[in-house]
């Protein structure tokens, strides 16, 4: 049977298969029972307070934390216990050892006017446990240090980072929506409203304005942790609400000098990723639901545009990854794959053969081989069939290795690429809830079976 425990105001509630839930409501002491059967686990946990010290560091500690664990070690799961959510930002950013990932979820329930409460949740791949680090209107992760022990992301408009060696919350920066981490961890940048590019040290000191143009956006770090590529404002008014023309630009953290990059190619920008780290980039352009996919090589000078998409989960659209050794992946609808070099040379192309199948994700995993989930639509039902791929792109194999009803939202890889996750929802009084993670064991290489021909 479930057990309650209430102990110095914190509540711990439903010992039930083997998950157990925090929370920081407070319960009068007369109310107070121990339950025998959960004293060892109550032994093995340490609980934090919430205080805010004179620097305005949060100690946010440990908020909640669930775990689920089945006897059956293929059928892991690992659930959200009494958290209730809605969706979720499509932000889940993985620590350089795949062994920690950080993301964000709501609950906004139809017919509610309360509005939309979101949460920062780290999820645990080794000890496969899910914690709640934040709490706020808007949450949206943005990635880790390259140590794995702080977390950055923005809170209500607002640049944050959560220290996961202090369990404490720090806020950075107001009216910030991006930022990133130097190579070696030391150095923070990012935008800030309406005043320009700023870098700081990881903890938010010695914060330094090095432009002062209104709409300069999406810093990211080059290798060498001294300069920045940015999108640079150019300073014309574009109307209909699109802000300002944007080209791209290297900036010298030390000195503040501009190099202008690619000067034939300006519009709106989204976001920026290395393929090959100081030589070729990833962009993103557009606006509003038209978006274009580029590789810019940076030492060739060259811009390879991949095409027109839509929206990138809608149908007709196409999905990208890029891959450590300088590889960038592209689906399209029915399982058309293309692959490119750093200098957006093609380096191989072939069909799936997955008619009317459209593609919502796609990662690499650190031997290669590409991680998919894909549906085929069907007009007029409420559920379709989601299918989750791995794929081969050395052989041209793949397999299918889990599907469902509708019922996935996100999937990625597990440490060293040798299991799958998958975010699960259900439907619950008329809309989708999220119900957790289940794991997709992943069997050996003679699982790939030919592509038909």
Not at 44 to 49: A, E, H, I, R
Not at 218 to 228: E, I, K, R, S
Not at 395 to 405: D, E, F
């Amino acid at each position: 049977m479930p057990a309650t425990v209430q102990l110095k105001g914190l509540n711990i509630n439903r010992l039930k298969k083997g998950r157990i839930g925090l929370s920081r409501d407070r319960m009068p002491p007369a109310k107070i029972l121990l339950v025998v059967p959960v004293l060892m686990v109550i032994a093995v946990l340490t609980l934090y307070g919430t205080a805010v010290n004179d620097k305005g560091e949060e100690s946010a500690g440990i908020l909640n934390v669930y775990c689920e664990s089945e006897s059956n070690p293929v059928n892991r799961t690992i659930g959200f216990g009494d958290l209730v959510f809605t969706g979720y930002n499509n932000d889940l950013r993985l620590t350089n050892d795949g062994k920690k990932a950080v993301f964000s979820a709501y609950n906004y329930p139809p017919g509610i006017e309360a509005g939309v409460e979101s949460s920062l949740l780290l999820l645990d791949l080794v000890t496969e446990k899910i914690t709640t680090l934040d709490r706020g209107n808007t949450i949206r992760a943005l990635g880790w240090d390259p140590a794995g022990e702080n977390v950055l992301y923005v809170k209500d408009s607002n640049l944050t980072r959560f220290s996961l060696q202090e369990g404490a919350v720090n806020t950075l920066a107001e009216e910030t929506y991006y930022g990133s981490y130097s190579p070696d961890g030391s150095m923070i940048a990012y935008t800030r409203g309406k005043s320009g590019l700023w870098v700081c040290d990881r903890n938010g000191d010695n914060q330094k304005r090095l432009t002062q143009a209104t709409e300069d956006w999406y810093p990211v770090w080059y290798p060498d942790g001294q300069h920045l590529f940015y999108f640079n404002d150019l300073g014309q008014e574009l109307g209909d609400g699109a802000g300002r023309l944007q080209g791209m630009a290297k900036i010298s953290v030390e000195d503040g000098s501009i190099e202008p990059l690619f000067p034939e190619k300006t519009g709106k920008f989204r976001s920026a990723g290395w393929i090959v780290p100081g030589e070729s980039l990833h962009v993103v352009s557009g606006w509003d639901d038209v978006y274009y996919h580029h590789i810019m090589d940076l030492n060739g000078r060259k811009i390879t545009d991949l095409g027109e998409n839509n929206n990138e989960y809608a149908q007709g659209g196409y999905v990208t990854a890029v891959s450590g050794g300088g590889r960038l992946f592209k689906v399209a609808k029915g399982g058309l794959i293309e692959i490119y070099d750093g200098t957006g040379a093609l380096q191989k192309s072939f069909d799936l053969g997955q008619a009317g199948q459209v593609y919502t994700s796609a990662s690499y995993a650190s031997d290669g081989r590409i991680l998919t989930m894909h549906y085929l639509p069907s007009p007029g039902e409420a559920q379709v069939e989601k299918v989750i791929e791995i794929l081969d792109p050395s052989t041209g194999n793949s397999t299918a290795v889990s599907q469902g009803r509708d019922n996935y939202e996100a999937c990625f890889w597990g440490i060293g690429g040798h299991e799958v996750w998958v975010l699960e929802k259900n439907v619950l009084d008329s809309h989708y809830v999220l119900t957790g993670f289940s794991l997709v064991p992943i069997g050996d290489a003679e699982l790939f079976k030919p592509l038909p021909m």
